[in-house]
């Protein structure tokens, strides 16, 4: 997936178009975006609409109608599910910078990401969390490079909702997020990574899922839990 290894203008497009299907063209999409709306934006939601399917699953995009800056300029455009977290670009900042907020805070931090960098983040984040073909496994460090063969990282940090070491990680064709494992997960010493691995279909998953001796995405559907233990959140 060279489009989020050397990303470009047309990165979210792209991702979207071979992970989702497209269903039309740009020029049937007619979006009412007010002029205060950064292109970005107009552009990642006219992709999202073209999509075939949802591309948002955990958290959410501000529906392009409902964008409009508060009084100090800050326009926000990504909420968490839980709305516990805020997205939000300075209109006034050429570099259209990304900032966020916690709930009950009024003062805003830099995320190190710019807009286009940030709404691709969150769309691969969203095609992990909210993918039918998935599973997930949990590794212990020392056989982390084993479980990732193939894969190349991310630039993206995580988001002020994650845990700091939350990574994204891709293949050709796949997908994974790698997540320090819940409480409860790892035995006292021991020290264990959560990777879910996610694909466009199932055919391509199988081939990850073999890796971890699991025959058919049924069986990997049983590595999501690791009795005695519940499943993880997603």
Known sequence: MDE???IDSDSVGRFL???????GSVSEVHLDAGPHVPAELVEWHTAATLA?????????PVAI??????????LEFWVENQNGYF???DLDDDRLQVFSREAGEDSWTGTGEALGDFLLHCTVREA???GASKFTVFVDASEI????????PLKFVALG?????????CSEDALVRMAPPPAGYASPGEQLWMLTFAAPSDSRIERYASRFGLEGLTDAESARVEPPYEPPPF
């Open 87 to 89: 997205w939000a670009v």
């Open 52 to 60: 075939c399917g949802l591309v948002a699953f955990q958290d959410r």
């Open 161 to 169: 909702s994650e845990e700091p070491q939350v990574k994204l990680w």
């Open 17 to 23: 178009r071979r992970w989702y299907g497209t269903v």
């Open 4 to 6: 989020l290894l050397s």
């Open 65 to 74: 109608t409902d964008l409009a800056p508060d009084s100090c300029g800050m």
């Open 128 to 130: 992990v969390i909210g």
């Open 145 to 152: 490079n084993e479980a990732l063969e193939s894969f190349e």
